[in-house]
T-cell receptor
Framework: NAGVTQTPKFQVLKTGQSMTLQCAQD?????MSWYRQDPGMGLRLIHY???????DQGEVPNGYNVSRSTTEDFPLRLLSAAPSQTSVYFC???????????FGPGTRLTVL | SQQGEEDPQALSIQEGENATMNCSYK?????LQWYRQNSGRGLVHLIL?????REKHSGRLRVTLDTSKKSSSLLITASRAADTASYFC???????????????FGQGTILTVHP
């Protein structure tokens, strides 16, 4: 199993550009989440999903959209990138019911 | 806002010593988890303790949970240089026996173990 994969690893955007961060998992996990990590801080939840077709907002959802059309994939869309969105983005999945989350390697995004 | 507050922010010890990190949180929880992050990498799950548990062990790790004080501690015994990493606590506020995969993380403790 590849676990949780994220693409791209690195991305530089200009202010106002849009892009999609990809996340996929091959563990048949129902629950998937997106977090951002800023220097010196823990992870903050952006959006999460408890199954295909079901998504909800986390702590910092503004400026981001998600959809979950399949169990495997959970893309994160930046609608109009801003410098404040410069961060490292992590995707995670879990089976739910007390189970731990499995994290992807992260995408380092810089918005100029 | 961050649910968990971790203490200390940074900890520097010698190989063989024990390392203790503390986490406090604000609301009722379903479970509390500890994660490790090596520099520039994703997080790796270490241990999960449910709200009705008080102590849990996994290898050299020992986690305690005091729900009355809303606090947890992670003890790493006989530390090694390879334990150098950031350690995060995360709380799950899911209802009943179900986790919704919605974790709230603390700011982390940076542990440095000198050989």
């Amino acid at each position: 199993n590849a676990g949780v994969t994220q693409t791209p690893k690195f991305q530089v955007l200009k202010t106002g550009q849009s892009m999609t961060l990809q996340c996929a998992q091959d563990m048949n996990h129902e629950y998937m989440s997106w977090y951002r990590q800023d220097p010196g801080m823990g992870l903050r939840l952006i959006h999460y999903s408890v199954g295909a077709g079901i998504t909800d907002q986390g702590e910092v959802p503004n400026g981001y959209n998600v959809s979950r059309s399949t169990t495997e994939d959970f893309p994160l869309r930046l609608l109009s990138a801003a410098p404040s969105q410069t961060s490292v983005y992590f995707c995670a999945s879990s089976r739910g019911d007390y189970n731990e989350q499995f994290f992807g390697p992260g995408t380092r995004l810089t918005v100029l | 806002s961050q649910q968990g507050e971790e203490d200390p922010q940074a900890l520097s010890i010698q190989e063989g010593e024990n390392a203790t990190m503390n986490c406090s949180y604000k609301t009722s929880i379903n479970n509390l988890q500890w994660y490790r992050q090596n520099s520039g990498r994703g997080l790796v799950h270490l241990i999960l303790i449910r709200s009705n548990e008080r102590e849990k062990h996994s290898g050299r790790l020992r986690v305690t949970l005091d729900t009355s004080k809303k606090s947890s501690s992670l003890l790493i015994t006989a530390s090694r240089a390879a334990d150098t990493a950031s350690y995060f606590c995360a709380t799950d506020e899911g209802a009943g026996g179900t986790s919704y995969g919605k974790l709230t993380f603390g700011q982390g403790t940076i542990l440095t173990v000198h050989p």
